[in-house]
């Protein structure tokens, strides 16, 4: 548990590694035949599992400086050992090599189709509400080509997989993560023949799948982007090593952002105007509440504001992640804000739709849930005095340390060391800036 008491920030921060491009990057490196450097790597939790995974498909993975918080990693890939399309499974015996997936719903949704080219029965295991989160989608293919699909627990998750998966015709809902288009994308290149992934309905979270694309062009592998909902993959495809550095994380970077059109004067280091990662529409966000955006020459990222006002119809769709942020901006600005197309919030690590709702009530917002939409009434400052609680979701936690520095009386958060799944040092840049976060 953490006391939080009014602060004020003030300082140079730099943005934590893209979690989302990390992920991505590493699978790619320990897909390709040779040694790839990945810079700038940052070891959450998340992060971990998804190197464990890899290393438990063949792939060696090491730091160069294990004692430094951003890491370089190098990575030996394992090349072509996991295509066998065509081979029939006659078998599947434990022991079954096991991923542990932690509570890393990328990790998870991304290796279940790589696992899944070979004949090699994997089993997952994971932590937490992870079995909780939606499967549906790799289900209905495994049944419709024969294949293991064995859940047989869900909390904690425990899940046998099996292939070898076959090239063809696939389709899948937009209206699910996008975690599994990208799964899909990791995977079919490398089977024999050629394959064609359609989506169906308008895609949430597309921004996710351009880095998707992003990576897998880095690392040498082609797919064709016939339309916005359309991928023509060639098959027989192999990844190329090389070498990355990850940029900063505009999802993390989003607290910093969103301090400063609360009042803060942080700057943020290590975030690019150009990436492709959808949360960098917290900037466009903010503008909408009054926000002024400023990109020094060397990308230094500051956002000020003289009056902030109320935003009708801020759709999450696209950005799930900076939505409880986004939240605590809206109420802690002049007039109503509607924030919209929230649905997919009640299926990460808690039901944030919820949770967002609850704890910020708990400190004196005046917050309401309508359908899949806050409802949300400004106001200039908060009670405070209560002690709230993270939800074992990270980004609960930070939005929460964000909205001590707007309550009169002190607050205690519990679950405050769930920050590890995304940002392991958050609280000590968060001190450094001026924040109060002090152990109870």
């Not at 074992?392 to 930070?398: E, F, G, P, S, Y």
Request: net charge negative; proline share 3%.
């Amino acid at each position: 548990m953490r006391y939080l008491k009014k602060s004020s920030l003030k300082g140079i921060v730099t943005a934590p590694a893209s979690k989302s491009q990390t992920h991505r990057a590493i699978i790619a490196a320990g897909l390709a035949e040779g040694e790839s450097l990945i810079r700038g790597v940052q070891l959450s939790d998340d992060i971990l599992a998804t190197i464990e995974g890899m290393r438990a498909l063949g792939a060696e993975i090491s730091a160069l400086d294990p004692k430094k918080l951003t890491q370089s990693l190098t990575i030996k890939g394992i090349g072509h050992s996991l295509t066998t399309e065509g081979q029939k499974v006659t078998s599947v015996k434990e022991p079954y090599p096991v991923i542990q997936a932690k509570e890393s719903g990328s990790t998870l949704r991304f290796l279940i189709p790589l696992v899944a080219i070979g004949s090699q029965a994997f089993r997952f295991v994971g932590e937490g509400k992870l079995g909780q989160r939606p499967l549906s989608a790799y289900q209905t293919i495994f049944q419709q080509q024969g294949l293991t699909f064995d859940l047989l627990k869900q909390e904690p998750l425990d899940l046998v997989v099996a292939g070898p998966l076959s090239s063809g015709s696939y389709e899948l809902s937009g209206q699910l993560s996008s975690q599994f288009i990208t799964g899909l994308l990791l995977a079919l290149p490398l089977l024999k023949g050629d394959s064609k992934l359609h989506v169906l309905g308008e895609m949430s979270s597309s921004g996710y799948v351009a880095i998707s694309l992003d990576v897998l062009e880095k690392f040498g592998v082609e797919i064709e982007e016939v339309d916005r909902q359309t991928y023509r993959i060639p098959g027989g495809q192999s990844y190329k090593a090389g070498e990355l550095t990850i940029e900063g994380d505009f999802s993390q970077g989003a607290v910093y952002l969103c301090a400063g059109i609360l009042g803060h004067q942080v700057q943020v280091k290590g975030l690019s105007v150009d990436s492709v990662q959808p949360d960098r529409k917290v900037m466009t966000f903010l503008k909408a509440f009054g926000g002024m955006n400023w990109v020094e020459e060397d990308g230094t990222i500051s956002i000020s504001a003289n009056h902030r006002h109320g935003v009708v119809d801020l759709s999450g769709d696209q950005t799930p992640d900076i939505m409880p942020l986004l939240a605590l901006v809206a109420a802690l600005s002049e007039g109503e804000s509607r924030l919209t197309n929230l649905g997919r919030l009640r299926l990460k690590e808690s039901d944030r739709l919820k949770a967002v709702e609850e704890e910020l009530t708990k400190i004196g917002a005046d917050i309401r849930i309508e359908g899949d939409s806050w409802i949300i009434k400004g106001k200039s400052s908060f009670k405070g005095g209560v002690v709230v609680d993270s939800h074992h979701d990270h980004r609960i936690a930070m939005m929460l340390a964000l909205a001590s520095t707007y309550c009169d009386e002190p607050i205690y958060l519990q679950h405050s060391e769930v920050v590890r799944k995304s940002y392991p040092h958050f609280w000590e840049d968060w001190q450094k800036l001026g924040g109060s976060a002090d152990l109870a």
